[in-house]
């Protein structure tokens, strides 16, 4: 079991960036694979980015391929989502969770953080 905190959301206009940030608790982040979700009001929670315990694999979803980047830092215990080119569509409540392999569905994810909001304006 990991704890997860996210930081990093916030507001930003229409083209910016952020960063976020998760970082976990416990001394077995590095064996757990990392993704990021993200849900907007009315819409189901969508898997946006994830990355293999070691950095070997990693998934995007197509909407954000070649804008978004997840990365991660063993050493450091987090994980990051570098958010370039935001849209307004970007617009959620971002999520970080750990599970045990690459998976692509939420269900399958056993440890979630709070979540941090995100809002692009235009």
């Known amino acids: 079991q990991v704890q997860l905190v996210e930081s990093g959301g916030g507001l930003v206009q229409d083209g910016g960036s952020l960063r976020l940030s998760c970082a976990a608790s416990?001394?077995?982040?590095?064996?757990?694979?990392m993704g990021w979700f993200r849900q907007a009001p009315g819409k189901e929670r969508e898997l946006v980015a994830a990355?293999?315990?070691?950095?070997?694999?990693?998934y995007y979803a197509d909407s954000v391929k070649g804008r978004f980047t997840i990365s991660r830092d063993n050493a450091k215990n987090t994980v990051y989502l570098q958010m370039n080119s935001l849209k307004p569509e970007d617009t959620a409540v971002y999520y970080c969770?750990?599970?045990?392999?690459?998976?692509?569905?939420?269900?399958?994810?056993?440890?979630w953080g709070q979540g941090t909001q995100v809002t692009v304006s235009s």
């Open positions: 969770a750990a599970a045990d392999g690459l998976k692509y569905s939420w269900g399958q994810y056993n440890n």
């Open positions: 416990g001394r077995t982040f590095s064996r757990y694979a």
């Open positions: 990355v293999t315990w070691n950095g070997g694999r990693i």
